[in-house]
């Protein structure tokens, strides 16, 4: 046991004090997503929550108004022992134009750096930074054909981009990715069209989420070089898990400077920490580049390099879980802290929130913690010649 300012730390199996319960039936639906951590009155105790978040993806702990930012690095620490101090998207927020993640302003909690500041809204004074404005970005700058007007004014709303918390370039997905939420916008509830004619109502701002299942057991990914420059000018599908037109992407030779090396390659199909007959699907559709597959009866390796064909596989992957029943979209209260299993689930920003940016009662305001590992995500099936590194090898 060990005290981190103020929280006491166990990662013993006892729950004396401690319990967890599954999220109601119609909040997870068939997703198998969600459980909340039921904290203790009095001091707060944080007890073994890892055999939940592996086993739900995402806990949730309601009413934790107040913390401080340095304990979310060390409490990611509790679920990634490998986790470093650097924040998974670089040392400092990301501001090159080139890169579509500056697009957001997101900022840095000075006195925590591995602790992101995300949301809708400007503000002063706040956490060392005189004056910050936030850009709540939505799905209409992002996908090749998005909801017309009268459908926004509606209430529709769709996912903006699904993905998980890496750069693809450097450096290495973390275990888990924590979320606090400090404002939460007054704001009337939102909807998802699906494809099949469902819909899924939703809270304005809900960060949602999906697991993937058995899939594509032999097969390596490698990402696009300097992933999120090389897609800067394109347009997402209108789920937000690929991209359907090719032709824009930027050409190597115009990225910043880069080497394979460092870029990442990682399984399809990644291997649960605590349950090793449980796979996860673990792509990010639109920063794909090449696929390899290796027969394990033959040995024999396909690769498929025509960016276009990879996208279409992967997308016919992933395209079979999206439905209402398999999202779980958080509700945010403000206060929760969310932790999520950053290599089991994609997540996705979704709402329309930037007409509100100037209204102080309909800011939105997150605090993310999301670092880098020192190991690489396993694959579900290992093979002989498996490349473990998490790069491209050369």
Known sequence: MSIINGWTVTNTSAYQNLSYKLLDPEIRQS????????????????????????????????????????????????FDPHATDIHSAGERAVSNPKNILSAYKAGRIPRAPQVGIIGSGAFHDYEGLKEWEIVHLDHTSFH??????????????????????????????????????????????????FSNGKEKQIAAGATAFFSGAHFALNTTVTYAPQAYEYIRQCKASEDGLTIPVFGREAPLEKLSEWSWDRVAEHPIVWRNPLNPDRPFLQVHGCCVYRLTTRDPSTGEITVIDDVAKVREVVYNLQRKIYAAENIYAHRWEEGDLVIFHNRGVMRSITGQLAQYQKEKNKKRLLWQCTMTSNVSPKPFREHEDVNDTGYVRV
């Open 31 to 78: 997703s198998a997503i969600g459980a909340q951590v039921q904290l203790p009155p009095g001091m707060p105790i944080l007890g073994d929550t890892t055999r939940s978040l592996f086993r739900n993806q995402v806990v949730v702990m309601r009413k934790q108004k107040g913390i401080d930012p340095t304990v979310l690095p060390k409490l990611a620490k509790v």
């Open 144 to 193: 090749e054909t998005p909801l017309d007007q009268q459908e926004l004014d509606n209430g529709y709303t769709r996912p903006c981009r699904w993905h998980m918390d890496t750069a693809f370039y450097e450096r290495l997905p973390g275990e888990v990715t924590i979320l606090h939420s400090v404002l939460v916008p007054n704001l009337p509830d939102q909807k998802i069209k």
